[in-house]
């Protein structure tokens, strides 16, 4: 009986993890969930893919991009059912942990896209709406937006912060020469937004030469000689380099990428070059938006480059990033965003990010806090939104939690860098529903509060108003708060304190992380520069012994393995010859040794149950810690 299973999949979800009792139209849209849906049935997305996971052992992958509509035990309660629009489908079945099986589906489909390292980076910006500024609903002034920006890069100077890797500029911010010479500066680059239409009179000047026939325009399917309105044919030979023509400038100048929006337009009565219909392929639009935009970047910046997409579909995870759409700036539209990101990765997405604090209108103090927390454990940190996301405008409390996020953000980024790469190889996500991440244990099977991201990190963020309180369901093993350094044994769940300040994030045992800390302090969250910046590594006392890869480019990969020695020692041996500067152990350390020998390296004391120990100049391939 259905009701003794449990569902999960169905390409991108806004209603939780598991989907047994839920139906689905498979038909790519604006889901349109940016307003009041607190109480939606929430069952449209812009990313339907015909994948599901059962809890009895197998996925099924219904391989078609025609429009469908799934009833897994809403109808009738031990029934699924499945109808397509369409004349053909392909059936793969795999069976094993979801683990398993979702490496098989992106052997078939394709693996994550790997983005540049400085898109893991804190990225600021906004819509139309925010470049108005007080001038919202009184039309576009250009003069208007070169005031924002900067007000924008003085206000992140101000607060010390003034390394924002991108400003995602909506509009004529992003075609103009002033903005680009502001931008770089800072070492800003500039992210826009990209349409999937042009109108001709667009692809006439970027195409010179090609006649209007040979133009990439979607035509009609019940009249080929008129155009579906403006949107592009990707399958047309000349897209790659019209959009090339269109956009190298500003690669020159510090473009970098940014936006594609409204992948889902595409009408069912449009037919494409390649003679297939809208019908056959408005679910698989994404595939070609980002293919093809991804290319035409790679030939001018190389990889240098990163699209985020709305709409998604089997395959698409391939070509660009994405985010979740246009979510309310409420903490039930952040709960959609979390179920957005958990869904996709169980059917293969990695580079997710949703908007700062969700997307429409200016979000309350308390949300936008919350949305700052969780923000920085996605893998694209980026505020987006209709009115501004800048911490100044949100009280002296939401500027205390944005450093202290920023610079956890910039504590991480070679652990999150190391993790996409991780990730592009083996189709895992870098977040990871419970399900996922620990399939053997089916009682958190359906826990959708929190997620394991990067491997390391038990994080659960908190979307209720006033929190006191945060009920963590820890899995298996020992945990370490990542504040703290505090212990908890797993198999349980545990009511968690919070304020304002913070989330629970823990760490799991036998954790081996590259970090970046402040050489002055040597603790998370203190604000650092390139001058007064160490390399670490993050260390968990192990359990048993654990294998640890960590890539530093996609070619360079280094090898840890941890593991007890007895009950207060233990071990990790580096596969290159040098250990970072700087050891962060969460333990009481007591002593050091290194390839056998008793050192005398600075252990300083926590204040906590952190210790630091600075290593300098040590040339070793094995480190045993002594905890008391």
Request: proline share 6%; charged share 25%; hydrophobic share 35%.
């Amino acid at each position: 009986p259905l009701g003794e299973e449990m569902l999960f999949g169905c390409g991108e979800r806004f209603d939780g993890v598991e989907q047994s009792g839920h139906r689905h139209q498979f038909w790519n849209c604006d889901a349109g969930y940016h307003g009041d849906s607190e109480f939606y049935e929430l069952w449209k997305s812009y990313k339907n893919i015909p994948l599901i996971h059962s809890s009895k052992g197998f996925s099924l992958f219904y391989s078609s991009f025609y429009p469908a509509n799934s009833d897994l035990g809403y109808t009738e309660k031990d029934l699924w059912s499945w109808d397509f629009w369409g004349p053909t489908l392909d059936i793969y079945v795999w069976t094993g942990s979801v683990r398993k099986t979702l490496a098989q589906y992106t052997d078939l489909t394709g693996k994550p896209f790997l983005p540049p390292k400085w898109a893991f980076r804190y990225m600021s910006g906004g819509g139309n709406g925010f470049w108005y500024g007080p001038d919202w609903g009184k039309g576009n002034n250009p003069e208007n937006y070169l005031k924002v920006l900067r007000e924008v890069l003085d206000g992140y100077e101000k607060m010390g912060t003034p390394n924002v890797a991108a400003i995602y500029g909506e509009g004529w911010i992003a075609y103009n020469d002033e903005a680009y010479k502001m931008l770089k500066l800072y070492g800003t680059r500039m992210l826009n937004w990209n349409p999937p239409d042009y109108p001709i009179e667009v692809m006439r000047e970027n195409l010179p030469g090609v006649t209007d026939n040979e133009l990439p325009r979607i035509k009609r399917a019940d009249d080929p000689s008129g155009d579906a309105g403006n949107y592009i044919d990707f399958h047309n030979p000349n897209v790659k380099q019209m959009l090339i023509n269109k956009y190298r400038r500003y690669f020159e100048l510090g473009l970098r990428g940014g936006m594609l929006d409204f992948a889902e337009m595409v009408p069912d009565y449009a037919l494409y070059c390649n003679g297939m219909t809208g019908r056959e392929m408005h679910n698989f639009n994404p595939y070609w938006y980002g293919k093809l935009y991804g290319e035409a970047a790679k030939e001018m910046v190389g990889d240098d480059y990163l699209y985020f997409c709305r709409g998604g579909c089997a395959g698409s995870q391939r070509w660009c990033a994405n985010f979740s759409g246009d979510q309310a700036a409420k903490f039930y539209g952040l709960r959609q965003q979390l179920s957005s990101a958990l869904t996709l990765g169980l059917c293969g997405f990695s580079a997710w990010g949703g908007d700062l604090a969700g997307y429409e209108s200016k979000p309350e103090p308390e949300v936008f806090c919350r949305g700052m927390q969780f923000s920085a454990f996605q893998p694209l940190m980026r505020a987006h939104g209709t009115r501004t996301r800048c911490p100044w405008d949100f009280g002296e409390t939401a500027v205390g939690i944005y450093k202290k996020y920023y610079y956890l953000r910039e504590n991480l980024v070679n652990k999150l860098y190391s993790s996409a790469v991780m990730s592009s190889m083996t189709g895992l996500p870098m977040m990871q529903a419970m399900v996922l991440a620990f399939p053997e244990q089916k009682e958190i099977a359906s826990v959708d509060s929190q997620y394991l991201f990067c491997d390391d990190m038990l994080v659960a963020p908190v979307f209720e108003e006033k929190a006191e309180f945060k009920e963590v369901y820890f899995p298996y093993g020992s945990w370490y708060d990542l504040w703290t350094g505090e212990k908890t044994t797993g198999g349980k769940s545990r009511k968690v304190p919070v304020t304002i300040t913070d989330i629970p994030v823990y760490l799991r045992s036998g954790t081996v992380m590259p970090v970046i800390l402040s050489e002055d302090d040597l603790r998370l969250s203190s604000p650092f520069s390139c001058e007064n910046s160490a390399e670490a590594l993050l260390i968990t006392v192990p359990e048993q012994k654990r294998c640890v890869k960590v890539y530093s480019d996609k070619e360079t990969e280094t090898d840890y393995i941890i593991e007890p020695i007895s009950e207060k020692r233990f071990s990790v041996i580096s596969g290159r010859a040098m250990f970072p500067k700087i050891l962060l152990v969460y333990a009481d350390v007591s002593e050091i040794y290194a390839d056998g020998e008793l050192c005398s390296f600075k252990i300083k004391k926590p204040e906590c149950n952190i210790s630091s120990v600075d290593i300098s100049g040590c040339v070793c391939k094995k480190i045993e810690i002594v905890f008391k």
